[in-house]
C-alpha cells in the first residue's frame, strides 16, 4: 500500500478522491431518500406568512392554494387582508421587491367581525355553509350565531344570506389593543417625558 | 456592614424631591363621588358584584377578581353604587374602561372586617387568601398583585426578601413620607411577609438621600433581624432587578423572574397595605399619594381614597391650572400624561405632576443619532439602546428580540442621556407592544388556519363518504343484474322478480305523458271494477241475511250503502278524468299539477288581459256582486241564528265594506274615462 503510494503518488491521489467523491455520493444519496421533507416547504413558509382570512379575495379558494401560488410565481401583492406589512413579509422571504397592493383584490381595510342579528336569522345554515373555518354556530330552523373569537372577517358570509341579518362590526380599539404608536420624528408635541429643564442645564454645562 | 454592589449605567437627573417634604400626609377627605376602574392591576379586570343603586360600606367588596392574577376592588367609603360604566381612566390611550361609580353619602360607615390577633396562628394559603381579598397590588408603579408575588411554589427557597423604598424617581416622595411616618407599620408588615415566606435574610433598601426615613426605619427595625441597608443615590436603583443586584450582587436572568434567584421584592407601600390587610383587616381602599410641581401652591402628600378624581385631589393642594400645561400621573421619568384632569386615583397612582411653564419643557427636536454610545453606557440593564433604536425604525422585529428587546424596563436613561433628544424610550415601548401584537396575531393566524384545515379535511371526508356509497349501490345493482342473468328464468329470484316489476312499472310511468294518464285512467277504470265486485258482493250478503233474518243485516246495509257512494264517486272520477283528459293532455304540462296551474293562472292572466277595460269593469263588478250577495245571506242567517255578537259585527262590517266598493264599480263603470 506505501509502497504503492510512493511509486504511483499522483494515480494513487487521483484514486483516493474518486473513491472520497463515491463515498460522498452514496451518503448524501441515501439522505436524500431517507430525510426527503414531505409537501412543499416553501408553500409552507409563505403560508405561514399569509393572514389567514380565507376570504378569497386573492382569487384563491383560501390562502394555502394562494401560497402554493405565489410558490410558483404568482404576485404577492393580492392579499388585502395582508396589506403592505403582509407584502413586505412575503417580499423578505422571497427576495422579491416591495410592491404596491394590487387594487383590483380590493383594499386594507379595519378588522372586522361577523354579527347576527339573531331575531332576524330564519335559520337557513346558507352562513354555515359559506364560513370558511366553520366559525358559525346553527342548525336548521334554528337561530345561528358567530362565535366571534373565530370569526376571521372575511365578508364570505354576509352575500348568501337571505334575510340580509348579518353585519360586519369593525373593531374598536380598546385598552387590550391599544399600544403606543412609534414616535413621529417630525412632531414637537413632547412625547416622553425625560427631564426638566435644570437637568438639562446641567448636564450641558 | 454589608457589601453594597453596583449595577451598569445609571444617571443622576435633578431630584425635585424637597417640595413636597415640607409638610406631613395630609388626608384628602371624602369626594361626592369616586370613580373605581375594574382593572386597576396587572392581569384580568375584576367583575362587579354590586348593583346599581345598591347601598355599600365602607371596605365592602364591590367586584370580584377573576382568574389568578386579579385582585377585587372595595368600595373605599360607604355610599350609593350610582353607575356601572365605561369612564375615562388614567392611561396613556384616553380610553374608557368599566367602573363602578360611588356616590359617597359622607357617614364613612365601615363594613364588618375580620382581623386576625395573631396572625402566626393562620395557614400559609389563608394569610394569602387575605392579601388577596384586601385587592393589594403593587403600588410602586406596575401593579402586579402581591399575593400571586407572594405564593411560592413548593420547594422554592426565599433567600432574601426585600423591601423596596428606593423611590428613585425624580419628584415623587410617597414612599418616603410614609417610611418616616409610619416605620412601625413598615417593619410589622415585613414580619408578617417573614413568617409567610421564612426568607434568610430580610432587608430594607434605601437610597441615601432620605436620611430621615433611614433613621426611622432603623429605630423601628432596633431589635428585630430586619436589615436597613443604606446606598447611594442613583437613578434607577429602585428599579427591582437593579435593587436586587445593588443588595445581593446577583443579577436576574433575561426574561426570569427574580424568585428564580431566591429573591422576592415588595414595595414599602404594598407593605403597609399587607399589614393593615392582615392585622386590621382593612382592604386596600386608599394610598399615599404625592401632588406636586410648580402649579402647584402647597405641594405635598395626601392620603388619598382610590375612586378620587385628580381634580378634587388638585384643588386640595392648591392647583393653579393655568400654570399648568399637562398633568402627568407618576413621575418626569417614567409617568405618563394623563387625558383629563378628572379620572381616577387608582391603586398605582404614586404621583401627580402639575408642572409650571417653565418646569419639564417639551425635548427639542430629534437629531439623527451621531452613535456616541452615551446611551448604552447609561442603560442599567446594559443594552444597546442605538441599535434597537434603528431596528425599531426599519420594524425589524427578529432583531429587536435577539437585541434582548423585552428585557429593557422603560427607565428612560437612555432618552435622558441622548445628546440628540430622540426619544428613545417611546421606539421600544411602541415596539414591545408591537412585536405583542404580531405574536397574538399569529397565534389567531394559526388558529384560523387549523380551523380552516379542519374544515377541508372534514368537506372530504364527506365527498368521499358520499362517493363510497355511491359506488357501493352501482355494484351492488351490478352484482343483481349478474346474478339474474346467471340464474336464468328458472329458478328467478322471487324478491328480484319482485324489484324488477316495480322499477318496470316505474319506468313506464316516468315515460312520459300520455303513458300517464293512459296508466291514470286505467288505474279509474280499475277502481270502478273492483268497487262494482265488492258491492256486488256485499248486496248479496245482505240478500241472504235477510232471508235469515240476521240481526247482523243493519251493519250490512251501512256497508252496502258505503260501497255504493264509493262506487260512485270512482265512476264520477273516472268520468271526469275523461272529459278533462283530451284538453289535458293537449298541453306539454300534462299530468305535473304544478306546471298545470303555473298554465291555468297564465291562460287567466292572458284572457284578463285581452279583455276590453270595459269588459273587465263590469267582471269586477259582477263578482263584488256575487260576493255581497253571498254576505248578505251569512248576515242574516247568523242573525236569524243568534250568533256571537262579535261575528255579527264582523259580517256587517263587510258588507258595508262591499256595499261602498260596488258603488265605486258602477261609478267606474259609467264614466270609464277616469280609469
Ligand atoms: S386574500 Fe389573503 S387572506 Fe384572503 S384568501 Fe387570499 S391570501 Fe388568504
Ligand atoms: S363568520 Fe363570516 S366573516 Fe367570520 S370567518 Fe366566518 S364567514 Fe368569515
Ligand atoms: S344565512 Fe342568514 S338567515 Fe340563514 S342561517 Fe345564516 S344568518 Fe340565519
Ligand atoms: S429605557 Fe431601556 S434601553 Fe433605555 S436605558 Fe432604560 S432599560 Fe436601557
Known amino acids: ?205 | 456592614m454589608r457589601k453594597i454592589f453596583d449595577f451598569h449605567g445609571g444617571i443622576h437627573p435633578q431630584e425635585n424631591k424637597h417640595q413636597s417634604l415640607q409638610t406631613p400626609i395630609r388626608d384628602a377627605g371624602i369626594p361626592p363621588e369616586l370613580v373605581l376602574p375594574l382593572g386597576q392591576h396587572i392581569g384580568a379586570p375584576a367583575s362587579p358584584i354590586v348593583e346599581v343603586g345598591q347601598r355599600v360600606l365602607k371596605g365592602q367588596m364591590i367586584a370580584e377578581p377573576l382568574g389568578f392574577v386579579s385582585v377585587p376592588v372595595h368600595a373605599p367609603t360607604s355610599g350609593t353604587v350610582s353607575a356601572i360604566e365605561d369612564r375615562q381612566i388614567a392611561h396613556p390611550s384616553g380610553l374608557q374602561a368599566p367602573c363602578i361609580v360611588i356616590a359617597s353619602d359622607g357617614r364613612d360607615e365601615w363594613a364588618p372586617l375580620t382581623t386576625a390577633a395573631d396572625y402566626r396562628q393562620l395557614a400559609r394559603e389563608e394569610l394569602l387568601a387575605r392579601i388577596r381579598n384586601a385587592g393589594i397590588a403593587g403600588m410602586g408603579g406596575a401593579g402586579f398583585p402581591s399575593a400571586v408575588k407572594l405564593s411560592t411554589r413548593p420547594g422554592s427557597q426565599v433567600n432574601t426578601l426585600i423591601i423596596n423604598g428606593t423611590e428613585c424617581e425624580p419628584y415623587i416622595t410617597a414612599d418616603d413620607v410614609l417610611m418616616r411616618e409610619q416605620p412601625g407599620r413598615i417593619v410589622a408588615g415585613a414580619r408578617i411577609l417573614q413568617h409567610l415566606l421564612a426568607p434568610g435574610e430580610t432587608l430594607i433598601g434605601i437610597e441615601d438621600n432620605k436620611p430621615e426615613a433611614i433613621a426611622a426605619l432603623r429605630a423601628a427595625a432596633q431589635g428585630t433581624e430586619i436589615e436597613v441597608v443604606v446606598f447611594p443615590t442613583k437613578y434607577p436603583s429602585g428599579g427591582e432587578k437593579q435593587l436586587i443586584e445593588i443588595l445581593t450582587g446577583k443579577q436576574v436572568p433575561s426574561g426570569g423572574l427574580p424568585l428564580d434567584i431566591g429573591v422576592i421584592c415588595q414595595n414599602v407601600g404594598s407593605v403597609v397595605a399587607i399589614h393593615d390587610a392582615i392585622v386590621e383587616g382593612r382592604p386596600l381602599i386608599s394610598r399615599v399619594t404625592t401632588v406636586t410641581g410648580e402649579a402647584i401652591a402647597e405641594p405635598g402628600n395626601f392620603t388619598v381614597l382610590l375612586g378620587t378624581p385628580m381634580q378634587y385631589l388638585l384643588a386640595r393642594a392648591g392647583y393653579r391650572a393655568e400654570q399648568n400645561r399637562r398633568l402627568i400621573m407618576g413621575g418626569p421619568m417614567m409617568g405618563f400624561t394623563v387625558p383629563d384632569a378628572n379620572v381616577p386615583i387608582v391603586k398605582t397612582t404614586n404621583c401627580l405632576l402639575a408642572p409650571g411653564h417653565g418646569e419639564l419643557p417639551a425635548p427639542s427636536p430629534a437629531q439623527a443619532c451621531i452613535r456616541c454610545g452615551m446611551c448604552a453606557q447609561a442603560c442599567p440593564v446594559s443594552l444597546l439602546p442605538q441599535q434597537l433604536f434603528w431596528f425599531a425604525q426599519g420594524k425589524e422585529f427578529e432583531k429587536l428580540e435577539s437585541h434582548q428587546l423585552f428585557d429593557c424596563i422603560e427607565c428612560g436613561a437612555c432618552s435622558w442621556v441622548c445628546p440628540s433628544n430622540i426619544p428613545l424610550v417611546q421606539y421600544y415601548r411602541a415596539s414591545k407592544a408591537e412585536v405583542l401584537q404580531l405574536r397574538r396575531d399569529h397565534e389567531r393566524s394559526d388558529q384560523s388556519r387549523m380551523r380552516f384545515e379542519a374544515r377541508q379535511a372534514r368537506l372530504e371526508r364527506e365527498e368521499a363518504e358520499k362517493t363510497a356509497k355511491r359506488a357501493a349501490r352501482k355494484q351492488a345493482a351490478q352484482q343483481r343484474a349478474q346474478a339474474a342473468a346467471a340464474g336464468g328464468s328458472g329458478d328467478e329470484d322471487p324478491i328480484q322478480a319482485a324489484i324488477d316489476r316495480a322499477k318496470a312499472k316505474k319506468a313506464a310511468q316516468q315515460a312520459g305523458g300520455a303513458q300517464h294518464d293512459a296508466s291514470e285512467q286505467e288505474k279509474l277504470e280499475k277502481a270502478v271494477v273492483t268497487t262494482r265486485q265488492r258491492l256486488e258482493t256485499a248486496s248479496s250478503k245482505l240478500a241472504q241475511a235477510q232471508a235469515e233474518g240476521s240481526d247482523l243485516v243493519t251493519a250490512l246495509q251501512t256497508g252496502v250503502d258505503k260501497t255504493r257512494a264509493k262506487l260512485a264517486a270512482a265512476e264520477k272520477a273516472l268520468q271526469e278524468f275523461q272529459q278533462a283528459g283530451p284538453a289535458l293532455t293537449a298541453g306539454d304540462a300534462a299530468g305535473d299539477p304544478a306546471a298545470a296551474a303555473i298554465a291555468r293562472a297564465m291562460a287567466a292572466r292572458q284572457a284578463d288581459a285581452a279583455m276590453a277595460p270595459a269588459d273587465k269593469a263590469r267582471n269586477q263588478l259582477q263578482g263584488l256582486e256575487q260576493r255581497l250577495e253571498k254576505t248578505r245571506d251569512r248576515l242574516a242567517s247568523s242573525q236569524a241564528n243568534g250568533d256571537e255578537q262579535k261575528i255579527i259585527e264582523a259580517l256587517a262590517m263587510t258588507v258595508t265594506r262591499l256595499e261602498e266598493k260596488v258603488s265605486a264599480a258602477r261609478e267606474q263603470l259609467k264614466n270609464p274615462g277616469d280609469a
Open chain 1, 1 to 205: 500500500m506505501l509502497e504503492f503510494i510512493v511509486q504511483y503518488p499522483l494515480l494513487s491521489a487521483l484514486l483516493a478522491l474518486v473513491g472520497l467523491g463515491a463515498v460522498f455520493g452514496a451518503v448524501l444519496g441515501f439522505a436524500a431518500v431517507q430525510f426527503k421533507t414531505e409537501g412543499n416547504p416553501i408553500a409552507d413558509q409563505i403560508n405561514a406568512l399569509l393572514p389567514q382570512t380565507q376570504c378569497g379575495q386573492c382569487g384563491y379558494p383560501g390562502c394555502r392554494p394562494y401560497a402554493e401560488a405565489v410558490a410558483n410565481g404568482e404576485a404577492i401583492n393580492k392579499c388585502p387582508p395582508g396589506g403592505e406589512a403582509g407584502i413586505q413579509a412575503l417580499a423578505a422571504l422571497l427576495d422579491l421587491e416591495v410592491i404596491p397592493l394590487d387594487e383590483e383584490h380590493g383594499e386594507e381595510k379595519v378588522k372586522a367581525v361577523a354579527f347576527i342579528r339573531e331575531a332576524e336569522c330564519i335559520g337557513c345554515t346558507k352562513c354555515i355553509q359559506a364560513c370558511p373555518v366553520d366559525a358559525i354556530l346553527g342548525a336548521a330552523k334554528q337561530m345561528h350565531t358567530v362565535i366571534a373569537s373565530e370569526c376571521t372577517g372575511c365578508d364570505l358570509c354576509l352575500e348568501p344570506c337571505p334575510v340580509d341579518c348579518i353585519d360586519m362590526i369593525p373593531q374598536r380599539e380598546s385598552l387590550q389593543t391599544w399600544h403606543w404608536p412609534l414616535p413621529d420624528p417630525a412632531s414637537r408635541e413632547p412625547q416622553v417625558i425625560a427631564t426638566d429643564a435644570e437637568a438639562a442645564e446641567d448636564r450641558a454645562a
